[in-house]
């Protein structure tokens, strides 16, 4: 068995990305597994939740536990190799090329335990939110989760997400209240308010330079809430987004909201009775009774919708709302935030929407933003404040469609840039983190607190070793 000084040795005599050999010997002091290109495993470790996204790592870490992280990172140093942390790979689309890096998998990191009393929970890096939602949901309790089950806890978390509690409580980073991982060294770090404020900062909607092994999430007394959605054939377009924006004007914050035009595809796995049609549809999470909600309501379903499933629900049946699909697919997003929720940048949202060239997208939204969301609304009880506190913005719009094939892709990408281009005159200039799924500009994720991120990325990992989404450049 090689030891440290001989893998030293072999990064002096071969620089650059250097060939599987030379990380036998970390693989052998690994309680999970080491994947090399040559391995029958490679291509499925190597595949992300977003399978257009084509990731060549140099090798694969499937770590076990915290200890296999820190080996990762401390034999990643001695080989002049960079760490590329990933759970799901949601957000793979924004990671820079991996050639020179191992991709550590956070996969098997998933325990999830939760704190009644405290209304806490602890959630390791590879969790995803079915998992904590259920188990928070058998106390009573909620977490800020995202709109899809089978999304990753930490890239969400990380990355501010937005989901159906977004107005009432705020992004999912704000819930976040310490963090644990491993730091650039391959030494064990915790970060909360007594100790690492400042990662503890960095890690709510920032950039943060460790590999994270668990986070610590507050969770909020949620029993239950009135969701669903409305659909309309995709004719009435202009009447109902109209209408939606109309309607959204000064709803309360228990309100959150979104209007999309949807084009299902004609096969097996979509319900029958929406099975390849097209339709414009208004969906909402609301935190009120039953008489309040259908008051609330009752605006919308004046339009006489053909679908209807507004229901009572438990906070963890949130993620069938949205119907995301449950399974890894190709496909392709982009998203811009809307400065000002006016008629006029609404009619060029129906405009483009309805438009020949967005026939590639699967759906096209615009979700309402406000409430616990405005910057400056800090949801945060420790003082230590956030990177991100909010959304510079009045609505967000997002679009995405499938890429089964190469050419698909660039269909959808046109079409994505298309509608970019119709509101790009009342758009803001910031972007949203968890909705940019190529790197972005670091000014225009975090604004004038990317100097503060960029310092402590020097101070905590001056050779940017551990690798994220959105480089700070």
């Known amino acids: 068995m090689k030891t440290d000084s001989d893998l030293t040795d072999a990064t002096t005599a071969h620089p650059g990305v250097l060939p599987g050999e030379h990380l036998h010997a970390l693989g052998a002091r690994l309680h999970g597994d ?42 990643a140093r001695k080989l002049g190799l960079r760490v590329a942390p990933q759970g799901t790979g949601h957000a793979a689309g924004a990671l820079p090329p991996l050639g020179d890096a191992i991709l550590l998998r956070t996969t098997r990191l998933a325990d999830v335990t939760v704190d009644p009393h405290a209304r806490t929970v602890r959630v390791g890096a590879g969790a995803v939110w079915g998992d904590v939602v259920a188990a928070a949901g058998g106390h009573g309790l909620a977490a800020v989760c995202g709109m899809s089950p089978t999304v990753g806890v930490a890239g969400f978390t990380l990355g501010g997400g937005l989901g159906w509690l977004a107005r009432s409580h705020g992004l999912g980073s704000q819930s976040l209240r310490a963090v644990e991982g491993v730091d650039a060294r ?51 377009t202009a009447e109902v987004v109209h209408a939606w924006r109309a309607w959204s004007d000064g709803l309360p914050d228990t309100v959150t909201t979104l209007v999309r035009v949807l084009r299902y595809p004609p096969i097996p796995e979509i319900p029958e009775a929406v099975r390849g049609r097209a339709f414009v549809g208004v969906e909402a999470a609301v935190a009120a009774d039953a008489e309040s909600v259908a008051a609330l309501l009752a605006p919308l379903r004046a339009l006489e919708p053909e679908l209807d499933s507004v229901r009572p629900m438990a906070p963890a049946e949130l993620g069938s ?44 939204e615009i979700r309402l933003l406000g409430g616990a969301v405005t910057p400056g609304r800090d949801a945060s009880v420790d003082g230590v404040g956030a990177a991100v506190d909010g959304l510079d913005g009045a609505a967000l719009v997002h679009a995405v469609g499938i890429t089964p094939a190469p050419e698909a892709r660039e269909a959808v990408r046109a079409a994505a840039e298309a509608l970019r281009g119709a ?45 994220t989404g959105h480089p700070l450049g």
């Open 34 to 75: 080491l994947i090399l290109p040559d391995d029958a495993e490679w291509d499925a470790a190597r595949r992300a939740w977003i399978l257009s996204a084509d990731q060549r790592p140099a090798a694969i870490v499937v770590a076990a536990d915290e200890h296999d992280v820190a080996e990762t990172v401390r034999s």
């Open 321 to 364: 709302v949205h119907g995301d699909p449950v399974d890894p697919v190709p496909a392709y997003g982009d998203g811009l935030l809307l400065a000002e929720l006016s008629a006029e940048a609404v009619e060029a949202f129906v405009r483009a929407a309805l438009a020949p060239e967005s026939g590639p997208l699967l759906s096209i």
């Open 186 to 236: 391959g030494e064990r770090v915790r970060a909360d308010a007594t100790r690492n404020p400042d990662l503890l900062w960095a890690a709510r909607g920032g950039s943060l330079p460790l590999v994270v092994t668990a986070l610590e999430l507050q969770l909020h007394s949620i029993a239950e809430l009135w969701a669903g959605g409305l659909l309309w054939p995709i004719e009435r």
């Open 423 to 467: 509101l790009a005159p009342y758009a803001s200039d910031r972007s949203v983190k968890t909705f940019a799924e190529r790197p972005a500009d670091p000014a225009a994720l975090y604004g004038d607190r990317v100097g503060r991120i960029r310092s402590l990325a020097e101070a905590w990992d001056p050779e940017r070793l551990i690798l």
